[in-house]
């Protein structure tokens, strides 16, 4: 591959990672300034959605999901249960750990915040042009492909 290939493949990479920070920070600003609740951060709500996702998961299995320690984990754990979005039951195959749940005051807000933000990116794709929404459209595939690159990287270390 020719140098200058190469130079512009890092700087689409680099406008490409520049622009879904960019789109992820400003999706959470304008979500926040709607919400009249405490602000969770960004490692509280990511173990939400795994725990809703994977009910009954651990917390080591969290950590290892999430790629945080075990004891960044259980401060998680502890700060949601006391927040009243988690539940931790001892798990009946090893008394020791502690399977976790989220409540239903988790599952409210979380399809809460999901319905708020599919409805700003709805209406705001939707005032694209025609030709910019079909662009979307066909790159989902291969942003899914590369979601699941840096997945599978991230598993190997």
């Known amino acids: 591959m020719a140098e200058h290939d190469r130079t512009d493949q890092a700087e689409d990479a680099n406008e490409l990672a520049e622009l879904l920070v960019g789109i992820h920070r400003l999706m959470r600003r304008r ?15 990511e173990l939400l959605r795994l725990v809703r996702g994977r009910p009954g998961i651990g917390v080591a299995a969290a950590a290892k999901e999430l790629h945080l320690a075990g004891n960044s984990v259980s401060t998680l754990v502890n700060q949601l249960v006391a ?19 989220v409540t239903e005051a988790a599952r409210q807000r979380m399809g809460e915040w999901d319905a ?7 209406r705001h794709v939707a005032a694209l042009p025609a030709e910019d929404r079909k662009a979307l459209t066909a790159a989902l595939p291969a942003l899914r492909r590369l979601t699941e690159g840096l997945h599978d990287e991230l598993e190997a270390i």
């Open 116 to 122: 708020r933000r599919s409805e700003l990116i709805t």
């Open 31 to 45: 979500l926040r300034h709607d919400l009249g609740s405490a602000r969770l951060r960004g490692a509280q709500v």
């Open 83 to 101: 927040a009243g979005y988690l539940e931790r039951r001892p798990d009946p195959r090893d008394r020791r750990a502690a399977q976790l749940t």
